[in-house]
Nanobody
C-alpha cells in the first residue's frame, strides 16, 4: 500500500486548504483511514478518522467544526477540507492507514507528509 498526500501550502489565518491522500496498491484491504499532523517540537497527533464507507467520522476537539474528512472509494482517495485555519494548525499533515495483520503485508502505512503553514 502506498499513500501520497498533496494540497498543502501557505495560507493566511482564516483561509482554507484541501488536502488529498491517494492510495495505491492493495487498497481493498484498507478499512479506516486517518489524518495525523505533527507540529515542530510536538508529538504527532490524530486529526480525523473515517471508516471504509465514510459513514463514521471522528475529529480531534481542536479541529471540530472547521475540518471535514471525506473519502472517495472509487478513486481510492481521502480528503481533508480545512476551513477557518489558525496559526496553530501549522504542521506537517500525514495520511495513515492500518492494514490488518491477517494480510501478509499487515501493518501501519504512512504517506510522506504535506506541509501546511498558516500565517497570522
Amino acid at each position: 500500500v502506498q499513500l501520497v498526500e498533496s494540497g498543502g501550502g501557505l495560507v493566511q489565518a482564516g483561509g482554507s486548504l484541501r488536502l488529498s491522500c491517494a492510495a495505491s496498491g492493495s487498497t481493498f484491504s484498507i478499512n479506516t483511514m486517518d489524518w495525523y499532523r505533527q507540529a515542530p517540537g510536538k508529538q504527532r497527533e490524530l486529526v480525523a478518522t473515517i471508516t471504509s464507507d465514510g459513514g463514521i467520522t471522528n475529529y480531534a476537539d481542536s479541529v471540530k467544526g472547521r475540518f471535514t474528512i471525506s473519502r472517495d472509494k472509487a478513486k481510492n482517495t481521502m480528503y481533508l477540507q480545512m476551513n477557518s485555519l489558525k496559526p496553530e494548525d501549522t504542521a506537517v499533515y500525514y495520511c495513515h492507514v492500518e492494514i490488518p495483520y491477517s494480510w501478509w503485508y499487515g501493518g501501519e502505512y504512512w504517506g510522506q507528509g504535506t506541509q501546511v503553514t498558516v500565517s497570522s
